[in-house]
């Protein structure tokens, strides 16, 4: 199943979707040495014979079935609409083989919790590819998040305008923005700081959103509310505009300013009383991506089940928030219906 790359152990994947984000993982893949592509899916053959051509995969599929049955994958990457992931990670589960999917995972949770069970009854391991908690300047946040002292407030966001935005606008209807493929600023953006919070923070007692409605039945930005025992966590995303300014987390001893959330490139801390300010952040890979291939990988070769359910309780905690976020204001997908 697996094999020595030199004196590295790796594992053969397989991609599905053929967007920006399946690039970015396909090189950090090779920079991880721990997966090498071997198989690339497409609804379009031609399509995955450009990428598989373009990073020497030996292997092509028009057909998910024939390819989930293949053994020329050990583990499969799945960046398609964020509807169809449900479908497509179950039938590799299915197969044996472990899934990283990106986010958002699924459309809910009634699908997060069937497809956790059938890859814990087929022995394979699945993931939610949030690459921003995997990094080197997150983990180091959440290591010195107690220098804050007794947490007040937290403003954490990503705020991005879209190209696709621009197609909306003139009357299409891409994905992300498609009600039909479960999209949306806070599934897709909002996935990022609202992670970041709950790995930092843990599940919320109380969340309440408002979102800036799109007619076709999406959000295309908002603010949600996460409530903790003695503070407030506020959630900014959009897709439809964008910011310029930094994320701050407050707390009674101090501050911490984030560049960004996704990945956080500059970390500060600012001490309340003397001023004195403390760069925290490492240099890192220009892409990110590669650390939660390390973390998954790992994970595999050693079975590590412990971390394994700490990663899967954050990724139902995210998934949970924005479900309920979505009910208060009568978002429905299509697959809901």
């Known amino acids: ?23 970015s993982f396909i090189n950090a893949a090779g920079q991880s040495e721990k997966l090498e592509l071997s198989a690339v899916y497409s609804r379009s053959i031609e399509n995955a014979s450009q990428i598989a051509n373009t990073y020497n995969a030996p292997h092509t599929f028009d057909d998910l079935e024939q390819m989930a049955k293949s053994e020329h994958i050990d583990i499969v990457y799945i960046a398609s609409p964020n509807s169809l ?18 986010k958002p995972i699924f459309s809910n949770t009634a699908e997060w919790d069937d497809t956790y069970q059938l890859a814990k009854e087929n022995r394979v391991f699945l993931f939610e590819a949030m690459r921003n908690i995997h990094s080197p300047n997150s983990k180091i946040l ?13 403003i954490l966001h990503y705020i991005q ?23 949306g600023a806070l599934v897709d953006l ?3 700081p609202i992670s970041l919070a709950v790995t930092l923070f843990g599940e919320p007692d109380n969340i309440s959103y408002h979102p800036i409605m799109l007619r076709s039945g999406v959000d295309g930005g908002g603010t949600l509310i996460l409530e903790y ?3 407030v966590c506020t959630v900014l995303c959009s897709k439809i505009s964008h910011s310029h300014i930094p994320s701050e987390i407050h707390g009674e001893e101090g501050s911490f300013i984030l560049d960004h ?5 500059k970390l500060q801390f600012v001490d309340s009383h003397t001023k004195e300010s403390e760069n925290l952040e490492i240099p890192q890979y220009e892409n990110d991506i590669i650390y939660e291939i390390e973390e998954f990988t790992r994970i595999i070769e050693t079975n590590n089940f412990k971390e394994y359910e700490e990663l899967m309780k954050i990724s139902r905690i995210v998934l949970k928030i924005t479900e309920t976020a979505r009910k208060q204001n009568n978002i429905v997908f299509e697959v809901e219906k």
């Open 1 to 23: 199943m697996r094999r020595k790359k030199g004196s590295v152990l790796t594992m053969k994947l397989g991609t599905v979707g053929t967007s920006r984000i399946t690039n």
């Open 85 to 102: 992931h449900y479908q497509q990670a179950k039938l590799f589960l299915k197969h044996n083989k472990h899934v990283i999917c990106e």
């Open 142 to 154: 959440k290591q010195q998040i107690t220098k804050a002292g007794k947490l007040r407030s937290a």
């Open 161 to 183: 305008y879209s190209s696709r935005y621009n197609l909306y606008l003139k009357g299409e209807e891409p994905n992300i923005f498609s009600s039909v493929f479960s999209g």
């Open 190 to 192: 909002g996935v990022y």
């Open 229 to 231: 025992n003695g503070f």
């Open 261 to 265: 959330v996704a990945p956080i490139n």
